[in-house]
């Protein structure tokens, strides 16, 4: 999988592209990551890549054309082009999964106040991780290539995340390590009992009781098996 990212603000994804994960799949060949400047496609003299909005209003614009160019620069055939920005659907687990079944994504990042909106018609997808107000694209074009790389093929175990937050449509069940009593608050016994079944269940019954408590908004549209409306009658 490549990655494209269309930025004014390159420098941001050093460390991003160099720590953990990240760095890691780029070592094993998994996933490849290159950032374009727009900048570098300006055809203005004092290389600016924004103006002031017409019909008025504060702030300033990016300019579709330095956007444009710098998109035909890199796209191809394979190129699925995300454009980050607050009117777009809201980042999901779900989205990442068919994100990253494209062989090479590219992700353009907004400033200033926005991009001229004749650059929509030139995307696949206009993605929102929240609604907030970011001075740029460039933290949600990380979220974005964060929560698609991690599940790429390769990367990490699959094991590892098939029972991760969101994966199955609930929260994450509570986890623990050594040691086994921390000043009097001990791991719940169950998980050293090397009954697997036991904690199968365990794990569950946490995961509907902490997905009900913090975000009931999950179980509205749930379709529950017997075993998960049996747990729930009883929280």
Known sequence: MRITILTLFPEMYDSFI???IIKRAINKNRIEIECINIRDFTKDKHNHVDD??????????MQIQPVLDCLNSCRNENSYVILTAPIGKIFKQKIAREISKHEHIIIICGHY???????????????????????????????????????TDGVILEQSHEDESFENGLLEYPQYT??????????????????HENIRKFRLSESLKITKENRPDLLEKREFTKEELDILSNL
Do not use: F
Not at 113 to 122: F, L, S, W
Not at 184 to 189: E, N, R
């Open 18 to 20: 160099n720590t953990s």
């Open 178 to 195: 050594k040691p086994y009593d921390y000043n009097g608050d001990v791991v719940p016994d169950v998980l050293l009992s090397g009954h």
């Open 52 to 61: 002031t909005p017409y019909g008025g209003g504060a702030g300033m614009l």
């Open 113 to 151: 106040e926005g991009i001229d909106a004749r650059i929509n018609k030139y995307v696949d997808e206009i993605i929102s991780i929240g609604d907030y107000v970011l001075t740029g694209g460039e933290l949600a074009s990380m979220v974005i290539s964060d929560a698609i790389i991690r599940i």
